[in-house]
C-alpha cells in the first residue's frame, strides 16, 4: 500500500524539505509526497530536481480564495502553518476512502520505515504525535500544546474530513506565532480535537517524532548501521530549530542545543549533498539563515 505525505516548503525551508523527500527514498518504497511550493523559487527548483514520486503544488491549486487574501495579514511562518489544514484536504481528494494522509513538516527525517505507524493504528480516524516533554521542557505543554503539529494523519473518512474543517476554520480566524487566550499558531487546538471528535488518537508507535523537546529521554544507539532509542527503532526525527548558517556551520536554536551526534551527523551529510544537488541547478541560490534572525540564545557548530 502506497503510503501518501504532504508538506509545505518555502525558499527558507527548501534545503530542508529536500532532505526530507530523500530520507523518504532511503526508507520506503512505496510512497507520494506532495509538495506545497508558497514561493516561485521553490516551485521553479523543485521542478528542476527530477522528483520521483513527488507532485508539486502551488497554493492556486488549493482553489481557496481566503487563503489569497490572508496572505497579506501573516508573516510566511504563520501562512505556511495555516496553509497545512488545507493541504492535507486536498491531498485526501485525491485518496481512497479508509486511506491515510500524512502531513509532515519539512524539517522531520526518517531513519526506517513509517509503514509500521499505520499497521497498528488502524482504529484511528486521526492520527497526532504528543510532544512527550522531558522533564525539564515540560512547562511548554501549557504554551506549545500536548501535541506537534509537525506530525498529523488524517484518514478518509467523514470523521477525520469534519476534524479537519474544524481545524481549518480556527486557523483562519487565528493562527500567529505567539501566545494569546491559550492558542498558539495552528498548534494548541490540537489539544481540543480528541474532545470534540471521536476516534482522534495519539500516535503508539515508538520512536516517531523524536525531537529536542523529548530526546533528553531516550538512549540513542547504532546497530549494524540502523538507529535505535533504546529497544526501537528511530522511526522520525523532528530537527526542529535546526539552522544553515553557511556551508560549513549550524545552528541549533530551540529546546535542547545539544549536539547529539547519532541523529545530526546523518541528517547533516544528506544536508549537504542536497546544497550540492541544488547548486548545479540553481546556481547561487542561498536560503542560509542570516545570525541576526537565528536569536540570541543559539548555539553553533561547525559541520
Known sequence: MRQVFCTVLSKYRLYQGMAL?????????????????????????????CLRNVELLKVTDLKNPRLVT?????CLTEYCWTLKAFLIEYVLGKRKSGRYVTYLDGDMYFFS???????????????????????FFKKLNAYCGKYNSGFIAFKNVTNAINALKWWQEECLKWCYSKIKEGKFGDQKYLDFMPELFKNVCSISTKGVNIAPWNEQKYNFCTKEGKLYIGGDRLVCYHFSGFRVVNKNKVALTTCSKEFNKIP???????????????EKIASGFNAFSTENKIGKGARYYDI
Do not use: Q, W
Not at 523527500?21 to 527548483?45: A, M, P, Q, R, W
Not at 545530526?264 to 541544488?278: E, H, Q, R
Open 21 to 49: 523527500y530523500k530520507s523518504l527514498i532511503d526508507n520506503t518504497e512505496h510512497f507520494k509526497l506532495y509538495i506545497l511550493c508558497v514561493d516561485g523559487d521553490t516551485y521553479h527548483i523543485c521542478s528542476k530536481m
Open 70 to 74: 490572508i496572505r497579506e495579514e501573516r
Open 113 to 135: 520505515d513509517p509503514a509500521v505507524i499505520y499497521k497498528k493504528d488502524t482504529n484511528a480516524d486521526v492520527m497526532l504525535s504528543e510532544h512527550d516533554y522531558s522533564e
Open 264 to 278: 545530526y551527523l546523518k541528517y547533516i551529510n544528506t544536508f549537504k549533498t542536497v546544497m550540492k544537488d541544488i
